[in-house]
C-alpha cells in the first residue's frame, strides 16, 4: 500500500495526496499568476532547497496540476504552468488564503514577504460587492518592491509595478496594513503612527479600507470545565 495516501475514499482526501505536501501549496500560489522558471520559483520560495522543489514540480506534473513547457523566446527557456486542472485551485487558494489570513500575527523579522504574495494579497481581500461602481488606481510600496491596483466597478487588475495614472500612493508597514484590513486601525489612525505614508487623498485611503479587508481573527475557544 502506499503509504502516502490516506486510503480513504473522499474527495478532501485525495485533495490533499495531490497538493497537500508541504511547499506544494506554496509552489501552486507562485503558478498562479502565471508561468514561471525554476529560478523564479526558488526566488519566491528561498527558504525550500532545490531537491525538494524539484521533487515537488516532478509530483504536480505526475498528478496533472503543473505541466512544463519550453518557451518560444530565444531563450528557449523551460517554465512551470498550471494546468486547466491546476488553475482551478486559484478561487480556492484565494479563499483560504484569506481564512488564513485572519490568525496571521505580528511578523518576524525573518519573515519575506514575496512580490507573488503582495499581488495575491490583494485579490484575496478585495470585496467586488464594496467596488460596484468605484474607479480607482492605487500603487503600494514595499520597500524596493511596487505593485499596483486598478478596481474598476466591481472589478480588480493588480500586477507588479508602478500606475502611471495612480490616484494614492501607500507605503504601509506590513504589520499597519494588516491592522488597516481587519479594521483595527483606521487610516487616519495609522497616518498619525508615521506607519504609513501616502501620497494622495486621505479618502482614498479610506477607501482602500473598504475594498480591501479581512474578516476579524477568530475568538479564542473557551475551554469547558467537565463536572
Same mark, same amino acid.
Given at each position: 500500500?502506499?503509504?502516502?495516501?490516506?486510503?480513504?475514499?473522499?474527495?478532501?482526501?485525495?485533495?490533499?495526496?495531490?497538493?497537500?505536501?508541504?511547499?506544494?501549496?506554496?509552489?501552486?500560489?507562485?503558478?498562479?499568476?502565471?508561468?514561471?522558471?525554476?529560478?523564479?520559483?526558488?526566488?519566491?520560495?528561498?527558504?525550500?532547497?532545490?531537491?525538494?522543489?524539484?521533487?515537488?514540480?516532478?509530483?504536480?506534473?505526475?498528478?496533472?496540476?503543473?505541466?512544463?513547457?519550453?518557451?518560444?523566446?530565444?531563450?528557449?527557456?523551460?517554465?512551470?504552468?498550471?494546468?486547466?486542472?491546476?488553475?482551478?485551485?486559484?478561487?480556492?487558494?484565494?479563499?483560504?488564503?484569506?481564512?488564513?489570513?485572519?490568525?496571521?500575527?505580528?511578523?518576524?523579522?525573518?519573515?519575506?514577504?514575496? #512580490? %507573488?504574495?503582495?499581488?495575491?494579497?490583494?485579490?484575496?481581500?478585495?470585496? $467586488?460587492?464594496? =467596488?460596484? +461602481?468605484?474607479? /480607482?488606481?492605487?500603487?503600494?510600496?514595499?520597500?524596493?518592491?511596487?505593485?499596483?491596483?486598478?478596481?474598476?466597478?466591481?472589478?480588480?487588475?493588480?500586477?507588479?509595478?508602478?500606475?502611471?495614472?495612480?490616484?494614492?500612493?501607500?507605503?504601509?508597514?506590513?504589520?499597519?496594513?494588516?491592522?488597516?484590513?481587519?479594521?483595527?486601525?483606521?487610516?487616519?489612525?495609522?497616518?498619525?503612527?508615521?506607519?504609513?505614508?501616502?501620497?494622495?487623498?486621505?479618502?482614498? #485611503? %479610506?477607501?482602500?479600507?473598504?475594498?480591501?479587508?479581512?474578516?476579524?481573527? $477568530?475568538?479564542? =475557544?473557551? +475551554?469547558?470545565? /467537565?463536572?
Amino acid at each position: 500500500m502506499n503509504t502516502r495516501t490516506y486510503g480513504q475514499i473522499c474527495g478532501l482526501a485525495r485533495a490533499m495526496e495531490l497538493v497537500g505536501e508541504r511547499w506544494a501549496m506554496l509552489v501552486v500560489r507562485d503558478l498562479i499568476l502565471g508561468p514561471k522558471r525554476f529560478a523564479d520559483l526558488q526566488h519566491g520560495l528561498p527558504r525550500i532547497p532545490a531537491s525538494l522543489l524539484s521533487a515537488r514540480l516532478n509530483e504536480l506534473e505526475n498528478t496533472g496540476v503543473v505541466r512544463r513547457r519550453v518557451r518560444s523566446q530565444l531563450d528557449a527557456a523551460v517554465v512551470y504552468e498550471l494546468t486547466e486542472y491546476g488553475g482551478e485551485l486559484e478561487q480556492i487558494m484565494l479563499q483560504l488564503g484569506l481564512w488564513g489570513a485572519r490568525s496571521l500575527g505580528e511578523p518576524s523579522p525573518s519573515d519575506v514577504f514575496t #512580490l %507573488d504574495a503582495a499581488i495575491l494579497s490583494l485579490y484575496t481581500t478585495f470585496r $467586488p460587492e464594496a =467596488a460596484l +461602481g468605484v474607479h /480607482v488606481n492605487y500603487e503600494l510600496h514595499y520597500g524596493d518592491m511596487i505593485v499596483y491596483a486598478m478596481v474598476d466597478d466591481g472589478a480588480l487588475k493588480a500586477a507588479e509595478g508602478a500606475h502611471p495614472d495612480a490616484d494614492i500612493v501607500i507605503e504601509p508597514d506590513l504589520s499597519v496594513l494588516l491592522k488597516l484590513l481587519t479594521g483595527e486601525m483606521t487610516a487616519t489612525e495609522a497616518i498619525a503612527s508615521g506607519q504609513v505614508r501616502i501620497q494622495g487623498p486621505m479618502e482614498h #485611503l %479610506d477607501l482602500f479600507t473598504e475594498l480591501f479587508q479581512v474578516p476579524a481573527a $477568530p475568538a479564542p =475557544a473557551e +475551554g469547558l470545565v /467537565v463536572r
